[in-house]
């Protein structure tokens, strides 16, 4: 099943998925997160903040990530406020800061969270750190790393959005991929089968903008 993407579709995701008990916690929620105004104080955090950390246990942990999209959604979360919740997050916390990235900053200013991903070996972050913010955004040198990281840590290329796209007539990124598979070959490690599915991404013609 595609997970959704738009905040509504993520909306209308748990509206069907949740019980009746998590459901009023996330509609409570949500009310209190769009209801904040004013600056943070520093010793009393917003409601909406509390709420963010106990999602996983209010709406179970398969839900937790979408909750806490809308909650950053509702709360409109800037940069200043997406950094400090993921640097001082958990990795789910993380994950769901990354997810929202789209939703929330349309230019490339939250790089550094998706960069900042990408040098864990957590694979849940990759994933999320390969998402449609780090399609749109990230450049071609960072991104092919990326890509390469997948492949080294066992994240499904699936993950990479915007693959196709991105990857069509790479030549650089096809060099790299050779590479990689001849390092793995050298020292009788496996070649992952998804690299053998990017390098042949990287033959198609780049589409047109």
Do not use: I
């Not at 997160?33 to 398969?62: I, S, V, Y």
């Amino acid at each position: 099943m595609t997970a959704p993407t738009t905040v509504a579709a993520l909306r209308a995701h748990l509206d069907g998925a949740l019980t009746g008990a998590a459901r009023a916690w996330l509609d409570q929620a949500l009310a209190e997160a769009a209801a904040h105004t004013g600056p943070r104080n520093e010793k009393a955090p917003p409601t909406w903040e509390l709420r963010f950390a106990e999602a996983g246990r209010r709406t179970g942990q398969d839900h937790a990530d979408a909750a806490r999209v809308l909650l950053l959604h509702a709360a409109r979360a800037d940069l200043a406020t997406l950094t400090r919740v993921y640097a001082q997050g958990t990795a789910a916390e993380r994950r769901a800061v990354l997810t929202a990235l789209p939703h929330l900053v349309p230019g490339p200013e939250g790089l550094p969270l998706v960069e900042d991903a990408l040098r864990t070996n957590d694979t849940r972050l990759v994933t999320a750190a390969v998402g449609p913010y780090a399609a749109e955004h990230l450049p071609a040198h960072d991104w092919r790393h990326a890509v390469l990281k997948c492949l080294f840590t066992g994240v499904p290329v699936e993950a990479v959005a915007d693959l196709p796209g991105r990857a069509a007539a790479d030549t650089e990124l096809a060099r790299m991929l050779d590479d990689f598979a001849q390092e793995r070959t050298a020292a009788g490690r496996p070649v992952p089968e998804d690299l053998h599915r990017v390098l042949s991404l990287t033959a198609g013609a780049k589409k047109e903008s």
